[in-house]
């Protein structure tokens, strides 16, 4: 068998070095436009920041990995210029390569506006990440455009060496947050000390390197370097002009198994429309946990579909300033937007027992009012926030209701959290709020 593989990302390597356990003799071609494969994006605002200076940390493999011990065959830094679906082929660097089984996992690219481009950067692969971090050797402040996952983590990151502003558009940072929950993050963020404008975009940019002249609704200010965090396109061109079907919002359309609408096409990754499991409705979840599974299950089905791939959650988990500030699942605005009757319970706790004066935790949780069923959960946190997090996100997907949860048997050692843990707490309020004879 043939299989070509566009992209060398995390959705198109789990694929290929899926598909090569499936398959000791397949073909197996990945093509990548960048230098580089199997690396680690999450890992690159730490790179930037100082955490290690060697950018081949962030690599997980190194590329004889692939070449020598899983016989792929790896081509980087060429460009697929199409795809035959009639043929099936693809075009690349002046040549064909046929394929039986094609993986589309081709990411995303980040969103700058036409006008600032030649002012602005966006770190989005290796060579942004290499870019970037020779830039900024030797600067002292740097602007951030974005207030997102990315660019609150970079924000936060970023001002252990650097003087760094943030521009949001939005009226605080990380917007899936609920209103309750952003404030608390707001407060956060601003006794940091570092300077952020709310409810901001840049109107206009320009100047040269390390001497850059910003614009926005309150002003004009100097910036020796300005990097984008806006969001990422889809990069689904190629799908597109290969006649697959996209969804309105312009993702790869894929079924359960993750086949597009020509079945010897598989796509994965952050050009696809991924189904949430809570609502059972097509979104948005450009998230590495995501891609990596999504590529392997893709690496199965192409010798027969035979797992389907059940949707995600969008569990998102950032480091801001020491916290641990996460979501999963849907918020309040999804909720309502989709006509979920449902009910909520925010709460502040402590971390680990008493005696052992734990930090804060603020924790949120979203239910089915009509099921009980557990549909949501945001977090902050410096002390086990993430596992939290990971808790809600693991009762989410096993359907567990507020009963479930309340008795859901956590281990307890002080160091780690109160007996009564504030997933515990939550559950327990939610109950007696639905359950008001109780």
């Known amino acids: 068998m043939n299989i070509v593989v566009i992209g060398g990302g995390a959705a198109g390597m789990s694929a290929a070095s899926k598909a090569r356990r499936m398959d000791k003799t397949a073909r197996i071609t990945v093509i990548e436009q960048t230098g580089y494969v199997s690396y680690a994006e999450c890992g690159m605002p730490y790179y930037l920041s100082g955490y290690f200076e060697d950018s081949g940390e962030l690599l997980h493999y190194p590329l004889s990995e692939f070449t020598e011990h899983r016989n792929l065959e790896i081509i980087t830094g060429v460009k697929v210029e199409f795809i035959n679906p009639g043929e099936k082929y693809v075009f690349a660097g002046n040549k064909k390569f046929p394929y039986d089984k094609l993986v589309i996992a081709t990411g995303a690219e980040p969103r700058i506006p036409d006008e600032f481009k030649g002012y602005a950067y966006a770190l989005r692969n290796m060579d942004d990440a290499i870019g970037i971090k020779e830039k900024i050797k030797g600067l002292d402040n740097v602007t951030i455009i974005g207030a997102g996952v990315l660019g609150t983590e970079l924000f936060s990151l970023l001002s252990h060496k650097f003087k760094v502003k943030l521009i ?22 601003n006794e940091s000390g570092n300077e952020i404008e709310y409810n901001s975009v840049p109107s206009a940019i320009s100047g040269t390197p390390g001497n850059y002249q910003v614009t926005t609704g309150n002003g004009s200010f100097n910036t020796q370097i300005v ?79 035979s797992r389907a791939f059940p949707g995600a959650l969008g569990t998102t988990i950032i480091n801001v300033f020491g916290y641990q500030v996460g979501y999963t699942g849907i918020n309040e605005a999804t909720a309502k937007k989709t006509g979920i009757d449902y009910g909520s319970v925010y709460i502040k706790a402590k971390s680990k027992s008493n005696y052992l004066h734990g930090s804060d935790i603020f924790l949120k949780i979203i239910y089915n009012k009509k099921t009980e069923e557990i549909m949501g959960g945001q977090i902050i946190g410096k002390d086990n926030a993430a596992w939290r997090l990971n808790v809600i996100a693991t009762a989410i997907s096993g359907h567990m209701n507020l009963y479930d949860l309340l008795y859901n048997d956590l281990g307890y050692e002080p160091e780690y959290g109160p007996v009564w843990d504030p997933i515990i707490i939550s559950a327990s309020l939610a109950l007696d709020k639905e359950n008001k004879k109780v």
């Open 227 to 305: 990097i984008f965090a806006t969001g990422i396109k889809p990069s689904t061109e190629l799908a597109k002009k290969a006649g697959l079907e996209l969804t309105a919002d312009g993702l790869i359309k894929v079924n359960d198994f993750l086949q597009t609408s020509n079945p010897d096409i598989y796509a994965a990754g952050d050009n696809v429309a991924t189904k949430n499991i809570v609502t059972g409705s097509y979104g948005y979840y450009p998230l590495a946990q995501i891609a990596n599974k999504m590529g392997r299950t893709i690496g199965i089905n192409m010798f027969g579909n």
């Open 168 to 189: 949001s558009k939005h009226e605080y940072v990380l917007p899936h947050m609920d209103t309750d929950m952003g404030n608390v993050l707001t407060s956060i963020v």
